[in-house]
């Protein structure tokens, strides 16, 4: 069914291929930019993947970006701040994001920085209190997962107060999204496993959630396909340069999907575990997925039917009955949960990920008081929210 109404935006430029990075350099040409910051961590540095941006950047004759490897695994205002000051301090014009979501996530800060000439971030934090476009950014992403190369959102804790904040501006979409599967051939299995049930959630949630539409859905489809055909062997051959870049495009679409339609209880739940036990962000949605699922089936049962389509391929489509294809779909999530366990180890349940079961009423009250609640199909209180946490213990 269409929508009555809906808005959908989408404007990074995505550039995907076995050497689309090399295309760095000539992009930032185009854009008329000469002096990159380039943001990211010392995995990254490890990895020889800045070694290969200062390669492509001496072969288009073209100065080598400032680079800013200490981004840490939870980044804060006082680290934006830092990298803000050598910004200025080199009078660079633009911005290189290369990392997960905490490296991505700064390098948003760092632009609301800079571009404002402001030295109090916080006071952007919230929805659309950016007026005005910011300096270009350009986005690489090393796990296939999050999608935030394609989001309007940033989260960077506050030190000062203690809390996470959150920053909601179309401003903060990247220029550009660069998929290049170099970028993720050293990624180990538990990783590639945890992120890419992150990227399938977010499709699955996108397809099912209030604000879905017509062109979210065609984003989602297409992700769950590539899911289903790659995920298990980036998982088991890393190296497997053909499984790495779907699975890259796979996350990308899954984040424009969800970024125009939004996720649901599914992220509800893990947002609460991340906070309050610690669970990882990939991980915490691959063991509640099937429970969100399970939980939305009778009020999207005609959606959960047709992922089967995408999740199960055609002949799985159509030796299922009409009304068992949404329990098929529910169930093939849980195959996959098992095959993920035995190749990798990774948890399949709240137990298996030492979260202790005196923490669940914990989790299940930040679960209802979750911003991502309010898009689920059907609502959830705390006695819904702790029976699903139980099942997932
Ligand atoms: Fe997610």
Redesign the pocket.
Known sequence: MIPSYYEFYCPVKIISGHKALDNLPYEMEQMGVKRPIVITDKGIVLAGIIDLVKEVFKEFNMEPPIIYDEVPPDSSNKVVNEIAKIFMKNQCDSIIAIGGGSSIDTAKGVNIVVSEGTNDLMQFAGAEMLKRPLKPLVVVPTTAG?GSEVTLVAVIYNEDKGIKMAFTSYYLLPRIAILDPRITLSLPPHITAATGM?AL??AIESFYCIQKNPLSDGYAISAIRLIREHLIEAVKNGKNKQARLAMANAATMAGIAFSNSM?GMV?SL?HAAGGIAHVP?GLA?SIFLPFGMEYNLEARRQELSEILLYLGGEEEYVNTPKDKRAERAIEIVVKLKEELYEICKLPRTLREAGVEEEKLPEIAKAAIDDPSIIFNPKEMGFDDAMKILKKAY
């Open positions: 999050t992150d959630t977010h996720v992220h893990g962000h949605m």
